[in-house]
């Protein structure tokens, strides 16, 4: 509906001119105003006229009935009507139904999409996990959510760059050193994967902390041998780097198989070890500019005047820490990659931390510290569900998936036992729902999980978006293909049918509406119109079995419109198509 707003806030630009020939509103600026009003017996389009009331002295309901009468034709306006304060504009149905279909079919994977971000590039650091600690579903947010911002930046042109930024190196591998010679052996890691170093890692964590109020006494000695043993790979120790490598090695193609799972894939591993090198000229440039202060034996950064606490550059012995890394990290990817935007995604228990080194790199003089944004999230949990793992009591991501797979073929087992690909579809299905459910609502909010909301084929749900776009694939199926626009000819398309394509029409607004909040949930509630958009046409008009040859032909391109469209969002949101159900 883009088109039609810029056409109208052109009308709207040359009537307020009459009304106020010394007025400065441009067309731009009036296209900001605009509204969808919350129901569609308000119009299409409203324009709130309090906006104008300070510049034109006047209230408005009287700039609104001014303005509708010195407004100029606008093609497709079916009317314009006073309501209170507003402007309230209805657009003629066949405004969406003439040119939408058409050009979603035409653009096909291509609709939606746009340049506004050509020439420019995002960085994006998301997902992340901490090696050798439970990869869980408090990464559930960083990961899809990350995915969907690069996803959306990629469709609007940006060359986006995403980037795991592993937790690859700090004390909890010395602590996994100390646990491994201790407990563990090559061959029970080889097997056991990932889980047995979680294992091992939480078992040193316990044995260290001991349980004093059952008699169990803390293990000092394990907590200084760790650090012991960190320090060895910090100057470069053989053996001790050996093991490290292998722990990443062995962390890795477990994170894989869950990232191929949903679909995603990185441009860089490079993890937290990374900027060992780098950091020690970044500690120099704040010591150059006066900026370390030494506390305790520690340095710090002094951010009182920034109401926040210090932010710590170096440990006493001299160690470097997680903002530290930060820092270097930041400098070394707007030299590499030159980026016009950087985005962090975590959970919101690290924004102190963001706003903390964001505002070190504006005092270490760095011009670009705006181009970096903490996109942050709220915290995950599972309803009903206290589901203790071997790990302790967090739910591991992959066993979240593991479960809602094995859920859905319980389900389609039933429903359609014949079905191809079995395995296949109860995966996409299963995963969809998990990361549907999740981008359903703000990502701010804290979120309670009920797996069997979440995988219901009836509510507002993944497998009722994938079950709509399987409908819409066979409808397309049984016609036969795509009937040409010119068998559509004379065909005047009932309300359900403009109402679909009006839904159709908004999608490049979406997705910018996505960008502009980073909220993939714009894109995730945008799907669920779209399916209930297609569902009331569904039960509304005969497809198949329409009475016209034209009528059909339209309500198939109609279908297929909906099915490209659907088909490009899901794309947005790591939810996989899925032609058969
Ligand atoms: N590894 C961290 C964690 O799991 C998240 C890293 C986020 N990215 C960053 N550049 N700090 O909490």
Request: aromatic letters at 10%; one cysteine or more; a negative charge.
């Amino acid at each position: 509906m883009l088109n039609f707003k810029n056409t109208l806030s052109q009308a709207l630009s040359c009537a307020i001119k009459k009304i106020s020939p010394e007025s400065e509103l441009s067309a731009s600026e009036l296209l900001s105003m605009l509204e969808y009003p919350p129901s569609r017996d308000m119009g299409d389009i409203a324009f709130p006229c309090f906006k104008l009331s300070k510049s034109l002295r006047k209230a408005p309901p009287v700039i609104a009935s001014l303005l509708s009468e010195a407004m100029d034709k606008v093609e497709y306006l079916a009317k314009a009507e006073v309501a209170g304060g507003y402007l309230n504009f209805f657009i003629d149905d066949s405004y969406f139904t003439d040119g939408i279909l058409d050009k979603v079919i035409s653009e096909g994977d291509d609709y939606g999409k746009s340049d506004s971000g050509k020439g420019k590039t995002l960085v994006i650091d998301y997902s992340s996990p901490n090696v050798a600690k439970p990869f869980h579903i408090g990464h559930l947010g960083t990961t899809v959510i990350g995915h969907s911002l690069k996803k959306l930046h990629e469709f609007c042109g940006w060359n986006a760059i995403g980037i795991n930024h592993l937790g690859d190196w700090g004390t909890q591998f010395g602590k996994l050193i100390v646990a491994y010679k201790l407990w563990g052996n090559k061959e029970q890691i080889e097997e056991g994967g990932i889980d047995k170093l979680v294992e091992l890692y939480v078992r040193i964590n316990n044995t260290i902390k001991g349980d004093p109020e059952n008699g169990i006494p803390a293990r000092d000695d394990l907590a200084d041998q760790s650090r012991a043993e960190f320090h060895k790979m910090e100057i470069g120790d053989e053996e001790n780097i050996a093991l490290w490598k292998w722990f990443i090695e062995i962390s890795l193609n477990e994170y894989e198989k869950t990232y191929k799972q949903l679909g995603i894939t990185f441009d860089s591993y490079a993890g937290e070890s990374f900027y060992t090198d780098l950091m020690p000229a970044q500690v120099q440039r704040l010591r150059d500019k006066d900026l370390l202060k030494i506390d305790d034996g520690a340095s710090i950064v002094d951010l009182s005047e920034y109401n926040m606490p210090p932010c710590l550059i170096l440990k006493r012995d001299g160690s470097t820490l997680y903002p530290t890394r930060d820092i270097a990290a930041a400098v070394y990817r707007k030299e590499h990659y030159n980026f016009d935007k950087c985005v962090y995604v975590t959970s919101n228990q690290q924004i102190l931390h963001f706003q903390q080194w964001f505002k070190v790199l504006e005092l270490m003089g760095y011009e670009w510290y705006g181009e970096l944004v903490h996109i942050p999230y709220g915290t995950v949990s599972i309803g009903g569900m206290k589901l203790a793992t071997r790990t302790g009591n967090v739910i591991l991501l992959k066993d979240l998936f593991k479960m809602a797979v094995e859920k859905v073929k319980a389900i389609m087992e039933e429903k359609n036992p014949d079905l191809e690909n079995k395995d296949e579809v109860a995966e996409a299905v299963g995963i969809g729902a998990i990361v549907f459910y999740y981008l359903t609502n703000s990502r701010i909010k804290d979120n309670d999980f009920s797996l069997e909301d979440a995988l219901s084929f009836e509510g507002n749900t993944g497998p009722y978006a994938q079950y709509t776009y399987a409908r819409c694939c066979s409808i397309i199926e049984k016609a036969g293909g795509v009937p040409e626009k010119s068998l559509t000819s004379g065909y005047e398309p009932q309300a359900a049918e403009a109402a679909l394509c009006r839904v159709l029409s908004l999608f490049t607004e979406k997705v910018n509406d996505a960008i502009t909040d980073s909220e993939p949930m714009v894109i995730t509630r945008y799907i669920l119109d779209i399916c209930a958009a297609f569902n009331r046409f569904y039960h509304d008009c005969p497809i198949l079995s329409a009475n016209e040859d034209n009528a059909r032909a339209f309500r198939v391109r109609l279908t297929e419109a909906t099915k490209t469209v659907l088909g490009n969002a899901f794309g947005l949101i790591c939810l996989k198509k899925t032609p058969k159900i």
